[in-house]
């Protein structure tokens, strides 16, 4: 069995932590991940944490999304697992 891999991550510094927890009202685990993300204010993590479907782009745009989606539908059609 292949060994398990190690998470490593950048420092990051508690007191900016807490108050970005404060701020955007989350764990200050959840605020310390948000930050790492290049997520650094309360309303940008809301809109992270609870997005709206109006702010997402037309998944039609993707190259090869319908061959994608006809593919899945076929399968299914035909009784197999997707």
């Known amino acids: 069995m292949a060994p398990m891999a190690e998470w490593r991550l950048a420092p990051s510094c508690p007191e900016r932590i807490g108050a970005f927890a404060r701020d955007a009202g989350v764990s200050q685990i959840l605020a310390g991940l948000l ?15 609870s997005p709206d479907a109006s702010g997402l782009h037309d998944p039609s745009l993707l190259l090869g999304a319908e061959a994608a989606a006809d593919l899945l539908v076929a399968t299914a059609r035909r009784g197999k697992r997707v």
């Open 35 to 49: 930050l790492r993300r290049g997520v650094v204010d309360a309303r940008d993590a809301g809109r992270f944490l």
